[in-house]
């Protein structure tokens, strides 16, 4: 590897570590903007998007740059395509954040109902699968990324639970339908967060192996 190539992959790496930062910002304050219903948190995570999508560019345009001045082979190769994807799961972990915050909002404006559901389950479990599958890239630990794969079928089942729970809780409390149809949307959205978070840890697998995991659930289910 050429020192120049090695300056951009290394600036590359701290890029992707502040948009990491950001959004795993971001999701955990969409998340304790449902659970305290806070408005102004809520707000802060919308308006916190715009440096997300920026970051986000300016990294893809950096790969694309690398790939096209350097020509890189073998694990460097496999470097820059798997930061791409990753980058690109960041950015849309980001929207779902937002997606999550703007139900918030409506939310801290409602009554609170007295169904109950284990949203800050569900939310803990996606938010510790974002975290290792971060963590696993930062590391390079591919045994830390299987453990995200791994969790991904949990974090189904929860969501599944929670759309039983929103259907009891529509037939009980018909009054709070609209409150009770955005839980589950945040369910919906939490359960597409850490399909994008396994996506990462699978990227990390093939950065580190050369080995391409997805759709294969038994690797990590035996």
Do not use: W
């Amino acid at each position: 590897m050429t020192t120049h190539l090695r300056n951009e992959i290394e600036n590359l790496k701290k890029k992707l570590l502040s948009i990491s930062i950001l959004v795993e910002e971001s999701l955990r304050d969409a998340v304790v903007s449902i659970t305290k219903r806070d408005k102004a948190l809520a707000a802060e995570v919308i308006k916190k998007d715009e440096d997300i999508d920026e970051m986000e560019v300016y990294i893809e345009e950096e790969c694309l740059k690398i790939l096209a001045l350097y020509q890189p082979v073998a694990i460097d190769l496999r470097f820059i395509v798997a930061i791409l994807k990753i980058n690109n799961d960041l950015e849309r972990i980001g929207d779902l954040a937002v997606n999550i915050a703007e139900r918030g909002l409506f939310l801290a404006g409602q009554s609170k109902l007295s169904v109950l559901f284990d949203f800050p389950g569900m939310a803990e479990k996606v938010q510790i699968m974002l975290r290792k599958s971060l963590d696993s890239l930062v590391t390079l630990d591919a045994a830390l990324a299987r453990e995200v794969c791994a969790a991904d079928d949990e974090v189904d089942e929860m969501n599944h639970q929670m759309y039983d729970q929103v259907k009891d809780g529509i037939r009980s409390q018909p009054e709070g339908i609209d409150s009770l149809i955005h839980i589950l949307g945040v369910s919906r959205h939490l359960e597409r967060i850490a399909d994008l978070a396994t996506n990462i840890a699978e990227d990390v697998i093939y950065m580190e192996e050369g080995k391409i995991v997805r759709h294969r659930t038994e690797e990590f289910n035996s």
